[in-house]
């Protein structure tokens, strides 16, 4: 099997479009490091917790479930499986693509697999991105963000705005909204749009945020498949 | 509670990488016909309007007009990337303004 490209030119630019994003991760970082903080985390078990679980909303759910006092390792497992399960969709959306770089390459790069380099790197692909350095580019920045970002809140540097006053926390749904418009190419396309945008708010009524994400993906996926039609 | 600190990160970091792995390992023993490219290829479109349509949900007045901006933006300028930094400062204007 030949190897597809995997370049130090293609990690640079996955870092350079990386960075916006790495700016509202880093103001994330802020805020985990402070409610981590609250509950009692010094710096080091903050950033170790960023590290490990490299998520944050399924850290967030963590650290109120470890607050309780009452969290079990199957309770905070399962916690952490069913917030980062989206994470099933995302892999297996980047595998053909991904794949072709080898094994070795591939999965160190899922290690720096977030929500927003995933989005930032499926746009990149439609776009024609050939360099599977791309991926683990635009994590690198997040990374640092991230870990960053949790260090200064943990140790109560609080002396930035709050993310909100910025609007850093609408930073995901901006990049969301503006990829999504960018990648509507034709009128199919706006299948997958519809359907996951209906879909994720029939499912948050029901259920909430975390399976409304899974569900758009997984419903997207359905309508795109069952109406697909081989080229004559 | 009685396990150590080290024990229960090690459990969560395990529920986080098995998560980050089992979608990528699992789509290797499937075969990429063209109807399940077109399904991978949807995915990211549904995610995304699927992130957008919950935040405008969850937002006010404020967040549903800088959301629609980065739209209009992104058809206008050509550039999603642009399009959507001037959603943030759009939003964070209009919360200033007190919207």
Known sequence: MTRALFTLNGFRRGARDGVPLAVSIFAYGLGFGLVAAQAGFGVGKAVATSAAIYSGSAQLAAVNLLQTGEATVWALFATILVINARYLLFGAALQPWLWSAGPLRAYGSLLLLGDANWLMTMRAIRAGEEDRAYLAGTGAPIAVGWLSGTALGAAAVSVLPAPQALGFDLMLPCFAAGMMTAMVKAKADLLPVLVGAGVALGIFHLFGPGPAIIGAGLAGAAAAAALHREAP | ?99
Not at chain 2, 31 to 45: D, Q
């Open chain 2, 1 to 99: 509670m009685t396990e150590s600190f080290p024990v229960l990160l090690a459990v969560m970091a395990g529920a986080a990488f098995l998560c980050r792995m089992a979608g990528f390992t699992l789509m290797r023993v499937v075969p990429v016909s063209a109807r399940v490219e077109a399904a991978l290829r949807a995915t990211p479109l549904a995610v995304m309007a699927a992130i957008t349509a919950l935040a405008m949900q969850s937002g006010g007045l404020a967040e549903g007009l800088a959301l629609a901006s980065v739209v209009g933006l992104t058809l206008l300028l050509r550039n999603d990337v642009a399009a959507a930094l001037l959603g943030v400062v759009v939003v964070a204007g209009l919360r200033w303004a007190g919207l």
